[in-house]
């Protein structure tokens, strides 16, 4: 089992930045793959970003591509996301998932963290 909790979510003009993290706790993690996803109120649950605990292999969604950064900290078993240029469609509960592999499909995923609001005002 992987718990995950995620924290650093809020309210931010455009252009600001936030940093999300995700504390992962459990068991070993370094074949993991860690994913950030987001859903907007009546929309699915869209990739944002994923990385690999092990090579830091990183994947990023276009529309985040060159404002978002994910990385990992393996000895704080913390995987961050980093976002600037905040834009008002960022606007999203924003998820933390783990998985045996590295992808972008949400149903790939098994473990979930309980999310956490970004809202972004214009």
């Known amino acids: 089992q992987v718990q995950l909790v995620e924290s650093g979510g809020g309210l931010v003009q455009a252009g600001g930045s936030l940093r999300l993290s995700c504390a992962a706790s459990g068991r070993t993690f370094s074949n993991l793959g860690m994913g950030w996803f987001r859903q907007a109120p009546g929309k699915e649950r869209e990739f944002v970003a994923a990385?690999?605990?092990?090579?830091?292999?990183?994947y990023y969604a276009g529309s985040v591509k060159g404002r978002f950064t994910i990385s990992s900290d393996n000895a704080k078993n913390t995987v961050y996301l980093q976002m600037n240029s905040l834009k008002p469609e960022d606007t999203a509960v924003y998820y933390c998932?783990?998985?045996?592999?590295?992808?972008?499909?949400?149903?790939?995923?098994?473990?979930w963290g309980q999310g956490t609001q970004v809202t972004v005002s214009s």
């Open positions: 998932a783990a998985a045996d592999l590295l992808g972008t499909n949400p149903n790939e995923y098994d473990y």
């Open positions: 990385i690999s605990w092990s090579g830091g292999n990183t």
